[in-house]
């Protein structure tokens, strides 16, 4: 999640008077699925600046968050086998089940998806998050990454999942995959780690092929997203203002990732941090005798919710234990707070341990 509280409410109130003032009537009707040409065009645009993305606009469908673009290509693609990393994003294993698909699960390690167990599998489609694997953080390496193109160009898809690729704190992000197999690979982004998930505003873009049947799978779902959003996100892209906000983003999500690995390294000093400085969550190891269920239930009793990494298992109960902090969103003190919680809850700490809010609740024990 990203910080609700610093959403550019004023930004966004004046992208949307500049865009609605400018706008012909005709473009508050049914216009194209796909999208306005005009938001089409920015965001095409600002892919091709941040993130090496040669978008051409004919190519970019706007759509609502990366979880559509997953539902509408699940639809689309229901007859190739799918693949997706396992661990990985749980939401979009179920949303390809609700289509009727069983992702094949692909394992990670160190260097990212194993291209090679990829391309054992029958599949012929992947889903992956290669500049800060959701959720381990790791960020593929370059050998996989070349590897991972070869697979695509003897005739598979990558469907790119480039969720949070704005947030790297330790070097520039490396470069998104469709850039270099645009026909390949099938791009996706949104804006839920840097505006709001609330405005469920994203974008793929597209190999030629695949432009029409999507485009038809999203006429059918809703006739195209909504015209004020994409109007607003479309100025704000023109303005500036999208830049400025993310560099401020920025700035404050790499304090407060510092924040949090300085409190697991106080109170959890167990716990094993994954993956690249980046994005607005990070994934922890904990020692192999700990109840994460445990965990997570006496953590939520103190109202800080964590979710367990075996969530993002194909089997949660193989999987190692391990938890998923989201940082972004929470104040230094909310943080500090959270992990002496956690830490009570594993077992290091026993004190008397104040909830979310500051509120001291005697501390049960684990
Ligand atoms: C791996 C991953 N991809 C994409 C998204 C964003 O999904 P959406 O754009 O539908 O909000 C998320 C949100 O948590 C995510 O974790």
């Known amino acids: 999640m990203p910080d609700l509280s610093s959403f550019p409410r004023h930004s966004w109130l004046r992208a949307l008077r500049q865009g609605l003032s400018s706008i012909e009537s005709q473009s508050l009707g049914y216009t194209s699925p796909k999208g306005l040409p005009d938001a089409r065009t920015a965001v095409s645009d600002y892919l091709r600046r941040t993130r090496g993305v040669l978008a051409d606009p004919q190519r970019v469908v706007l759509c609502s968050g990366a979880t559509q673009a997953i539902a509408l290509l699940a639809h689309v693609l229901r007859n190739r086998s799918v693949a997706m990393e396992d661990p990985g994003f749980w939401l979009h294993r179920m949303?390809?089940?609700?289509?009727?698909i069983e992702p094949l699960p692909i394992p990670v390690d160190d260097d990212g998806l194993d291209v090679t167990a990829l391309a054992n599998t029958t599949a012929s489609t992947v889903l992956t998050t290669p500049a800060h694997q959701s959720?381990?953080?790791i960020v593929l390496s370059p050998a996989r990454r070349t590897a991972l193109l070869e697979w695509a160009r003897a005739g598979n898809l990558v469907i790119e999942d480039d969720y949070d690729a704005e947030y790297r704190y330790d070097r520039a992000p490396v470069g998104a995959l469709h850039?270099?197999?645009?026909?390949?690979?099938?791009?996706?982004?949104?804006?839920?780690k840097t505006l709001a998930p609330g405005l469920r505003l994203g974008w793929?873009?597209?190999?030629?092929?695949?432009?029409?049947?999507?485009?038809?799978?999203?006429?059918?779902a809703d006739t195209g997203s909504s015209v004020m959003d994409q109007l607003a996100f479309a100025a704000l892209l023109r303005s500036g203002d999208y830049d400025r906000h993310l560099r401020l983003m920025r700035r404050r999500y790499l304090a407060r990732r510092n924040y949090?690995?300085?409190?697991?390294?106080?109170?959890?000093?167990?716990?094993?941090?994954?993956?690249?400085?980046?994005?607005?969550?990070?994934t922890v190891r904990l020692p192999d005798d700990c109840d994460i269920?445990?965990?997570?239930?006496?953590?939520?009793?103190?109202?800080?919710?964590?979710?367990?990494?075996?969530?993002?298992?194909?089997?949660?109960d193989c999987a190692p234990p391990g938890l998923i902090l989201g940082y972004a969103n929470l104040t230094e003190s909310q943080i500090d707070t959270g992990v002496r919680a956690i830490a009570a809850?594993?077992?290091?700490?026993?004190?008397?341990?104040?909830?979310?809010?500051?509120?001291v609740a005697p501390d049960s024990g684990p």
Not at 345 to 359: E, L, M, R
Request: glycine content about 6%; proline content about 9%.
């Open 179 to 192: 850039a270099l197999a645009p026909d390949r690979v099938i791009y996706l982004g949104s804006v839920s």
């Open 345 to 359: 809850a594993v077992g290091h700490s026993s004190q008397v341990v104040p909830d979310i809010n500051g509120k």
């Open 135 to 137: 959720p381990t953080g």
């Open 293 to 316: 269920e445990d965990i997570v239930r006496r953590a939520a009793s103190r109202r800080v919710r964590i979710d367990p990494l075996s969530w993002c298992y194909t089997e949660p």
């Open 260 to 282: 949090l690995l300085h409190a697991l390294r106080e109170y959890l000093p167990d716990a094993t941090v994954l993956g690249a400085a980046a994005g607005v969550h990070l």
């Open 95 to 100: 949303v390809f089940r609700h289509h009727g």
């Open 204 to 220: 793929m873009v597209l190999p030629p092929d695949l432009v029409r049947p999507v485009v038809s799978a999203k006429s059918l």
